[in-house]
């Protein structure tokens, strides 16, 4: 078992990102740069709703490219986005799980999540936040992770940044691959995926399965007292099998009609079937039963049309959208409702539908002005079956229009300063209409490399619908609104084969919605209900690296992030949000067709909270510090023939990332892939 202290996390984080990137660097020196890996400075980003060069940038961005993430993405997404700097993501027990994900100290409801620039947070969830854990990663070309409040640009929810996944364009001739790989829990996963162009027609597509047999989630590899509804007993939880079944599809079409015009059609969709542990039961038997599942769906399309007019000076795009999720859970009756016997169904529906329109308008030496607007509709219909085989029962059904407006401003002074300045105004139906802004500024001293950056803005969240209309809930609340700033310095050492990064955050929340027992809350509403009162601070530290060490041979990727998040009215410090957290990676491609991944993760001590189930008392605790490493190889045949395998938490170490909840323990997999 491998755990740390708080301050040995640190230490460890935070030194071995300066010690070897200083070891290294005079290595680097000396060789020119790799040919085969594109320096990050020249990848375009759409961080200000455009494409520009990352260089160009005052954001704080992290981008996931094709390549790393079908190696880090196995079983997910979620899996890929790993150690990237100020980005938590919290598992209760692995694949098949629910999987939020925390942007700088923000909730997972105020991170927005978008699939091809559409939004994808759950409408039927209770703050309205992404799963991650039903994406898969097949068909993704990169994933931007754009760090800080961005909600003048891109709306409500985006108060801690923005992740874009964007899926492949097709491009040349037809080109693809095929993989099935197995493994450890009973783990078979298989993939297939397509991209290519014949005259003025592109496409992509993919389609990816996977089936584990995951042990019980609560309570596994877990040592101390475990709570159920009936009692407290010793852990850990019981070796039993809890089946995953994931399927994904993810598809492209576009057609160039002229040298102005493209019409684009998007379709994405993931289905999750998955057993469920059921801690609260007051029946032994239904703690573990196979009864406790969980089906989960999303399916999202779009329809994208781009226009070139007056000389290409202005841009225009319209997208209509929609998307849908669907939760049905199936629990005890003991969980439910006592009256009647056997199990029942709990189902949760939202949708999402709507247009949005933006211009771009090239304003020669004025730079870029970049205006739009958007209206979207959201809706939640939860229902309930009470006895099996009974008709569902509508219990809840709710919407709510949002309309926007928007505008942006981007400029160069002298060659040198890269100035932007933006704002949004939304208009959310029986909710106060919520203004946002956001200024940037970057310096690029091309002579030595170095670019020194700032962003201010503010950041704002709109009520869900299930905070406004369940039987909690207040249709008078106020959008929880913050306000950030982060200022940071990038560095180019060694002809580019060097990159170091700093950036310092800090970022106010008020009015954020609580749940308990309030002077809004009504005579009915003897639970408690949702209501205004919270503030926050978060602020911190975000540093990485990246080296070319040996030309064609060794690279290396460093992240560290030091947070302090606290409650301003208590003063305690926020759940889940540990003070320190790194990871570092060596990729080895010494060896003709072999290429070799290390990486270790480290994460400090977390606060979290513990949930007696039997005596209802939440309780805080402080989770273990903990190291976890990882090593993935692939090596290729002939004939686009290629053979890869990975060892997960090496070591074995044991670990929560959320209490009670315990990571899974060493595991192998391994697989034959065939490109084409």
């Not at 494409?51 to 880090?72: C, D, F, T």
Request: charged share 20%; hydrophobic share 35%.
């Amino acid at each position: 078992m491998v755990t740390l202290s708080k301050r040995r996390a640190a230490l460890l984080a935070g030194g071995s990102l300066l010690f070897i990137v200083s070891t290294l660097a005079a290595r680097a020196q000396q060789a020119p740069l790799d040919s085969q890996f594109v320096a990050l400075g020249d990848i375009d980003v759409t961080a200000t709703r455009t494409e520009q060069p990352l260089a160009l940038s005052a954001s704080a961005i992290s981008v996931i490219p094709a390549a790393e993430v079908e190696r880090r993405g196995a079983t997910g997404l979620a899996d890929a986005l790993r150690g990237t700097p100020g980005l938590d993501i919290y598992s209760s027990g692995g694949v098949g799980t629910v999987t939020p994900v925390y942007l700088r100290g923000a909730t997972a409801g105020q991170t927005l999540v978008m699939l091809d620039g559409v939004r994808i947070n759950d409408p039927s969830g209770t703050d309205g936040f992404a799963d991650l854990g039903m994406l898969n990663a097949a068909n993704v070309e990169r994933v931007e992770v754009l760090r800080g409040p961005q909600s003048a640009l891109y709306g409500s929810d985006a108060m801690g940044g923005v992740i874009n996944i964007i899926t492949k364009q097709g491009d040349g001739a037809p080109h693809g691959s095929a993989s099935v790989e197995g493994g450890s829990y009973g783990t078979v996963h298989s993939r297939v995926q397509e991209s290519g162009s014949v005259g003025d027609w592109s496409w992509s597509f993919a389609v990816d399965a996977l089936h584990a047999d995951a042990p019980a989630r609560y309570g596994y590899r877990v040592k101390g007292p475990l709570s159920y509804g009936y009692g407290v007993v010793a852990g850990p939880a019981p070796d039993v099998s809890e089946p995953t079944n994931k399927l994904g599809g993810s598809a492209q079409l576009r057609y160039r009609v002229n040298d102005d015009l493209v019409i684009t059609g998007g379709f994405n969709g993931y289905d999750t079937g998955a057993r469920f542990d059921n801690p609260g039961a007051f029946a032994p038997s239904d703690v573990y039963g196979g009864f406790n599942r969980l089906l989960s769906t999303l399916v999202q399309g779009y329809l994208r049309i781009d226009d070139d007019a007056f000389d290409k000076n202005l841009h225009s795009r319209l997208t209509v959208f929609g998307n849908n999720t669907h939760r049905d859970v199936w629990e005890t009756e003991v969980f439910c409702t006592i009256a009647y016997p056997g199990d029942c169904k709990i189902g949760y529906e939202g949708g999402r539908y709507g247009a949005e329109y933006q211009g771009d308008v090239k304003l020669g030496a004025y730079g870029l002005l970049t205006f739009g607007g958007k209206t979207e509709t959201e809706t939640l219909r939860t229902t309930a079956q009470d006895q099996p085989g009974a008709a569902d029962q509508v219990t809840l059904s709710a919407r709510q229009t949002t309309n926007s407006l928007f505008a942006q401003h981007q400029f160069t002074v002298l060659d040198r300063l890269d100035i932007s300045f933006g704002g949004r105004m939304d208009a959310t139906g029986g909710v106060k209409i919520f203004n946002t802004w956001r200024t940037t500024a970057a310096y690029r001293l091309e002579e030595t490399g170095t670019k020194l950056r700032g962003t201010v803005g503010t950041g704002a969240k709109a009520p869900s619908l299930y905070q406004r209309f369940s039987l909690y809930g207040d249709p008078d609340l106020r959008p929880e609104d913050s306000i950030g700033y982060d200022f940071g310095v990038d560095q180019k050492l060694f002809d580019d084969r060097l990159t170091l990064s700093a950036t310092y955050f800090n970022s106010d929340y008020n009015n954020l919605i609580n749940y308990g027992y309030a002077a809004t809350c009504t005579a009915s509403q003897i639970y408690g209900c949702y209501y205004n009162v919270g503030r926050s601070r978060i602020q911190g530290l975000e540093l990485s690296a990246e080296a070319v060490v040996f030309p064609e041979e060794l690279r290396a990727r460093l992240s560290y992030t030091n947070m302090d998040a606290r409650n301003l009215a208590t003063g305690d410090v926020i759940a889940r949000r540990p003070h320190n957290k790194g990871s570092a990676a060596l990729i080895y491609t010494g060896v003709p067709r072999l290429e070799l991944e290390g990486r270790v993760t480290v994460v400090g001590a977390n606060p979290d909270t513990n949930f007696n189930n039997a005596t209802y008392v939440t309780t805080p605790v402080v989770l273990p510090a903990y190291a976890r490493i990882d090593v993935y190889a692939n090596y290729k045949l002939d004939h686009g023939l290629s053979v890869f395998g990975r060892i997960e938490n090496l070591t074995d170490a044991r670990y929560q990332e959320i209490a009670n909840y315990g990571g899974l323990g060493r595991s192998v997999y391994g697989g034959v892939k065939l490109d084409w």
